[in-house]
């Protein structure tokens, strides 16, 4: 079965960093582009951004644009977000999933940001 397993949240302050991980299994990781998404407190699910298949390449949503980096290791089928300058409004529970064909999700980690 397909299971992504999210980890690496934590509570930060404004500025600070934080690099999540997705360790993925039950599937072919390597051929299947994968995405973050995060979830704030009423609010519906966004993409955060997504990593191609080959770590060739990467878009993300304009609110994280220049301070979140997402990349992946196929070898060990894992995928990172790192998250710099966070701020209050990144505040959400932080999910991997697959771009196209998604699997059910995860938990998620939890990210706060807060002075």
């Known amino acids: 079965q397909v299971q992504f397993v999210e980890s690496g949240g934590g509570s930060v302050q404004p500025g600070g960093s934080l690099r999540l991980s997705c360790a993925a299994s039950?599937?072919?990781?390597?051929?299947?582009?994968m995405s973050w998404f995060r979830q704030a407190p009423g609010k519906e699910r966004e993409l955060v951004g997504t990593?191609?298949?080959?770590?060739?390449?990467?878009n993300y949503a304009d609110s994280v644009k220049g301070r979140f980096t997402i990349s992946r290791d196929n070898a060990k089928k894992m995928v990172y977000l790192q998250m710099n300058n966070l701020q209050p409004a990144d505040t959400a529970v932080y999910y991997c999933?697959?771009?196209?064909?998604?699997?059910?999700w995860g938990q998620g980690t939890q990210v706060t940001v807060s002075s």
């Open positions: 999933n697959r771009q196209v064909i998604r699997a059910s």
């Open positions: 039950g599937f072919t990781f390597s051929v299947y582009a």
């Open positions: 990593i191609t298949t080959a770590n060739v390449g990467t």
